[in-house]
């Protein structure tokens, strides 16, 4: 079965320009979770969409949102970029949703903000 | 203060020694994830622990819900299980959001 897959790998954008990132989860899994690492602030929790619907939402701007497809395939979008979104972007699919499920993760997405 | 702490920040080993890592929460949680990170930035789930002991190769992983604490134990170490091993937690008012620790980042010398 083939991993969680994200792409682009690497992005470099400017400052005010938008971007959209791109997960495409385990086959049969139906949640995904987006994540935000960066040196200072570690791993934050973006946001959780299941069966196509929103189910969670972490503490970050509105600048940040995303969607999830009828195929489970999620983006997730962020515009007006700031150089402080310069982070590892990582995405992490699961059969269901809640503590019980365990959680894969992709390679992630590596924005630099310039 | 941040909800998850673990300590070491940062521990350097000799192969073949056994290694601790520590995580302290300061919440109610439902469940406690240990995470390895290696270079490049792939996330690899070692253990989901709601209670007890857990043991998967040489690794191990014990959790105390009263103390609010829990381990990750590797035996018989390895340079190959240099990475930064992460904890993180669901904390149980409901809202099921992983909240992570800082990282351990081992180093295991040959």
């Known amino acids: 079965k083939a991993g969680v897959t994200q792409t682009p790998r690497y992005l470099i954008k400017t400052r005010g320009q938008q971007v959209t990132l791109s997960c495409s989860p385990i086959s049969g899994h139906r949640s995904v979770s987006w994540y935000q690492q960066t040196p200072g602030q570690g791993l934050q929790f973006l946001f959780e969409y299941f069966s196509e619907t929103q189910r969670n939402k972490g503490n970050f701007p509105g600048r940040f949102s995303g969607r999830q497809f009828s195929n489970s395939r999620s983006e997730m979008n962020v515009s007006t970029l700031e150089l402080g979104d310069s982070a590892l972007y990582l995405c992490?699919?699961?059969?269901?949703?809640?503590?019980?499920?365990?959680?894969?993760f992709g390679p992630g997405t590596r924005l630099t903000v310039t | 203060k941040n909800e998850v702490e673990q300590s070491p920040q940062n521990l350097t080993a000799q192969e073949g020694e056994f290694i601790t890592i520590n995580c302290s929460y300061s919440?109610?949680?439902?469940?406690l994830h240990w995470l390895q990170q290696h270079p490049g930035g792939g996330i690899v789930s070692l253990f989901m622990l709601s209670s007890g002991k857990k043991k998967h190769g040489r690794l191990i992983a014990t959790i105390n819900i009263q103390e609010k604490h829990s381990s990750l134990h590797i035996t018989a170490s390895h340079p190959r299980d240099s990475a930064v091993y992460i904890c993180?937690?669901?904390?149980?008012?409901?809202?099921?959001?992983?909240?992570f620790g800082t990282g351990t980042r081992l180093t295991i010398i040959p």
């Open positions: 919440v109610g949680i439902s469940a």
């Open positions: 993180a937690v669901y904390p149980n008012f409901g809202n099921e959001k992983l909240t």
């Open positions: 992490a699919s699961s059969l269901g949703t809640g503590v019980s499920y365990e959680q894969y």
